[in-house]
Nanobody, 122 residues
Framework: QVQLSESGGGLVQAGGSLNLSCAASGRTGSTLAMGWFRQAPGKEREFVAAITWSSRSTYYANSVKGRFTISRDNAKNTVYLQMNSLKPEDTAVYYC???????????????WGQGTQVTVSS
């Protein structure tokens, strides 16, 4: 089993930045791909970004491309999501996810964190 714990959410004004972290614990010896998803009130959970174990490949939703950056530090078992130029429509609960292979779908991940709230005010 892998446990994931997100942190770094909060309230920020439009145009501001936040850096989310997701720490993995448990069976972290395997090479896990990591992803970030978000869910706004009344909407379905959607893909935001993903990264392979080696960091060689990263993937982004079109809505965040150029504003968000996913990275990881395998020595710390932590993945990050740097979010810049935030917009009110970025407001959501952000979840990190992990699995053996990288994916952009919810079904592609077996392990999920509890989420962290990001609120962007206009």
């Amino acid at each position: 089993q892998v446990q994931l714990s997100e942190s770094g959410g909060g309230l920020v004004q439009a145009g501001g930045s936040l850096n989310l972290s997701c720490a993995a614990s448990g069976r972290t010896g395997s090479t896990l791909a990591m992803g970030w998803f978000r869910q706004a009130p009344g909407k379905e959970r959607e893909f935001v970004a993903a990264i392979t174990w080696s960091s060689r490949s990263t993937y982004y939703a079109n809505s965040v491309k150029g504003r968000f950056t996913i990275s990881r530090d395998n020595a710390k078992n932590t993945v990050y999501l740097q979010m810049n130029s935030l917009k009110p429509e970025d407001t959501a609960v952000y979840y990190c996810a992990a699995d053996r292979t990288v994916a952009s779908t919810i079904k592609g991940y077996d392990y999920w964190g509890q989420g962290t709230q990001v609120t962007v005010s206009s």
